[in-house]
Structure formats: C-alpha cells, structure tokens
C-alpha cells in the first residue's frame, strides 16, 4: 500500500527558519532538520541559511556522501506541492516622469539622504581648506 505524502508549499516550508525549527527544501522535498541542527558536521549555520529557498543546488555543490543522502530520508517530511510553486511579484513603475530637472533632483534627495549630507560634508571640508588658506 502507498503511503501518502503530505505536501507543502514554499511559504509554509520558508516559515520554519530558526534553531528551534528548522526546514530544508531539496529536490521537491521538505525536510525537518531541527533535531539534526547539532549533528550537522558542517554546523547549523549551513542549514539555517538554506531554509526559505530551493536547496538542492546548496546541497549538490557541497558533495554529499552516499551515506548523507541515506541519512536524509530519516527527516523527510513531505514533499513541495507543484500547484502551489511560487511566482515572483512584479513591481510595477509610473512610467510617468517628469521634465523639470529641479523636480528630479529634489526627488533623489528626498528619497536618499546621502546626497544632502555629501553636499553638506563637502562644503564643510572646502570652508575649512579655504579659511587655512588666508
């Protein structure tokens, strides 16, 4: 008799991302590792860091041993569901843009802080050059 799979879906797999509970994805598959975590020879940190993704090319480029892959079937818990894969959203842009060059300038500032305070740092350092000077 076949034993059922239970199926998942990439965001319920991604939400499992901590050292208290900790899920892999690998070849369509979704695994629990959080018992595993200490036992990983090459640390937790490795697997923490795999979770929220598709795996299986983290896994592949690591050279895994047979008996890794053996070891594996032991945390399997289901498999990704292909009806649920996950699309990227898009973003969606004006394409409307204005003409006014001031309007773009004052857009860039006001969205990044860096050029009033670059501005500002290099009037700062001409001022105190300038007054040496005299």
Not at 29 to 43: F, I, M, R
Not at 69 to 83: A, F, H, K, T, V
């Amino acid at each position: 008799m076949p034993t059922l799979t239970r199926l998942y879906s990439m965001q319920e797999a991604a939400q499992h991302n901590t050292g208290e509970d900790c899920w892999v994805v690998i070849d369509g598959k979704v695994y629990n590792v959080t018992s595993y975590l200490d036992e990983h020879p090459g640390g937790d940190d490795i697997l923490l860091a795999a979770t929220g993704k598709d795996a299986t090319d983290d896994f592949e480029d690591a050279g895994h041993s047979k008996s890794a892959r053996e070891l594996m079937q032991e945390y399997c818990i289901g498999e990704l569901d292909p009806s649920a894969m996950a699309f990227p959203q898009l973003e969606i842009y004006s394409t409307e843009q204005s003409t006014d060059p001031l309007k773009k300038i004052m857009g860039v500032t006001t969205q990044y802080w860096v050029v009033p305070v670059a501005i500002a740092g290099i009037s700062l350092v001409a001022g105190v050059l300038y007054l040496r000077t005299k």
